[in-house]
């Protein structure tokens, strides 16, 4: 079992940067691959960033690339997002997830969530 905690969401003008924290416990993240979504209320949750077990493959969205950067501290086990230009769009609740299947762009192969951190971009 893997309990996920995210951190770091809050209001922020267009243009501005948060970087969100997901801290993990029960299980060494470093047997996981670990990716962010976000979720807007009546829609879908979308995949944002994944990052491999071992921490050098990485994936984004398009919507993101180029703005976003996942990262992971496996000693310490956490995992972070910067999110620098941030823009009225990215509005959303983002979650932490974690899984053993290398497609972890898709909800059904996340095996833990955490429940969300609020991410507000007001224009």
């Known amino acids: 079992q893997v309990e996920l905690v995210e951190s770091g969401g809050g209001l922020v003008q267009a243009g501005g940067s948060l970087r969100l924290s997901c801290a993990a416990s029960?299980?060494?993240?470093?047997?996981?691959?670990m990716a962010w979504f976000r979720q807007i209320p009546g829609k879908e949750r979308e995949f944002v960033a994944g990052n491999g077990w071992r921490g050098i493959s990485t994936i984004y969205a398009d919507s993101v690339k180029g703005r976003f950067t996942i990262s992971r501290d496996n000693a310490k086990n956490m995992v972070y997002l910067q999110m620098n230009t941030l823009k009225p769009e990215d509005t959303a609740v983002y979650y932490c997830?974690?899984?053993?299947?290398?497609?972890?762009?898709?909800?059904?192969?996340?095996?833990?969530w955490g429940k969300g951190t609020l991410v507000t971009v007001s224009s």
């Open positions: 029960g299980r060494a993240l470093s047997s996981y691959h």
């Open positions: 997830g974690a899984g053993k299947s290398s497609d972890y762009r898709t909800t059904e192969n996340i095996d833990y």
